[in-house]
């Protein structure tokens, strides 16, 4: 069963950095595509980074020079690195996988940064 587990949010002074971590079991970077969302109160959920089986990275331009994408193969893990963050950025952050060869997606439960101004 594929599984996501986020960690590393929190309440963070406009300016710092957090660093989110998604720990994925039950699938592989081999076949699996993965990305970091986030959902803000009233907003639809947008894509914020993503990082292909190939290792290709992305960043949404809002956030582009800020956030890195980064994935560790030895742990199944893919990380946020958030830096200079802003009152903007507050949201709830959710890991996605997608299966390149089944087209399933999987979701964490999402974890909370929150940036106070």
């Known amino acids: 069963q594929v599984q996501l587990v986020e960690s590393g949010g929190g309440l963070v002074q406009t300016g710092g950095s957090l660093r989110l971590s998604c720990s994925a079991s039950g699938i592989t970077f081999s076949i699996a595509d993965m990305g970091w969302y986030r959902q803000a109160p009233g907003k639809q959920r947008e894509l914020v980074a993503s990082i292909t089986r190939g290792g290709s990275t992305n960043v949404v331009g809002s956030v582009k020079g800020r956030f890195t994408i980064s994935r560790d193969s030895a742990k199944n893990t893919i990380t946020l690195q958030m830096n200079s963050l802003k009152f903007e950025d507050t949201a709830v952050y959710y890991c996605?996988?997608?299966?390149?060869?089944?087209?399933?997606?999987?979701w964490g439960q999402g974890t909370q940064v929150t940036v106070s101004s």
């Open positions: 996605n996988a997608r299966n390149s060869f089944t087209l399933r997606a999987y």
